[in-house]
T-cell receptor, first 115, second 109 residues
């Protein structure tokens, strides 16, 4: 199956700093990428959908100025958590698909801890 | 509002047993993903299906469109199958997924 990678797999940062998470589709071109966050023992929550070359579509309640998403190429999307707070600590997962309505392939996730 | 419901929430089995996890979904969902999440957190996409049946190794997924119901079966279960299994419905209106709550499967040796 298609492979999606994320980097880093875990990161610890201090309050007020920014952290960038990368999501790459390794063996296919992903026109659409998705960013999710997951709290312990809860299901995934969609944060935003990004299409290559256009602005991301954010879900209700997700601050677009805090969670910056860039999908500049067909194989790379980045999520930047700006001015991180401890409540931003979570597991962030990306997925990628060839196009809308196609199967999504998930990355291994990034565990963010903000101290 | 699109809904996806899974059962059971928790399932404990002995190695070798046949396992079934069920998923019901509402109108507005055109296909289902079955996902596996191990304790480390990474998610693996097992199947995506919109009709019929798919098989991969010891895993079988079926879907009944009329009844809006899907099942994931694991034959000859093994302790390494222990994980959370999640069904997620693909919304007809777009590409968003609606997730079930997940089933925590524990297979004991």
């Amino acid at each position: 199956g298609a492979v999606v990678s994320q980097h880093p797999s875990w990161v610890i940062c201090k309050s007020g700093t920014s952290v960038k998470i990368e999501c790459r589709s390794l063996d296919f071109q992903a026109t659409t990428m998705f960013w999710y966050r997951q709290f312990p023992k809860q299901s995934l929550m969609l944060m935003a959908t990004s299409n290559e070359g256009s602005k991301a579509t954010y879900e209700q309640g997700v601050e677009k100025d805090k969670f910056l998403i860039n999908h500049a190429s067909l194989t790379l999307s980045t999520l930047t958590v700006t001015s991180a707070h401890p409540e931003d600590s979570s597991f962030y997962i990306c997925s990628a698909s060839l196009r809308a309505l196609y199967e999504q392939y998930f990355g291994p996730g990034t565990r963010l801890t903000v101290t | 509002k699109n809904e996806v419901e899974q059962s059971p929430q928790n399932l404990t089995a002995q190695e070798g047993e046949f396992i079934t996890i069920n998923c019901s979904y509402s109108v507005g969902i055109s296909a289902l993903h079955w996902l596996q999440q191990h304790p480390g957190g990474g998610i693996v996409s097992l199947f995506m299906l919109s009709s019929g049946k798919k098989k991969h190794g010891r895993l079988i997924a079926t879907i009944n469109i009329q009844e809006k119901h899907s099942s994931l079966h694991i034959t000859a279960s093994h302790p390494r199958d222990s994980a959370v299994y999640i069904c997620a419905g693909l919304e007809t209106s777009g590409s968003r997924l609606t997730f079930g709550e997940g089933t925590q499967l524990t297979v004991n040796p």
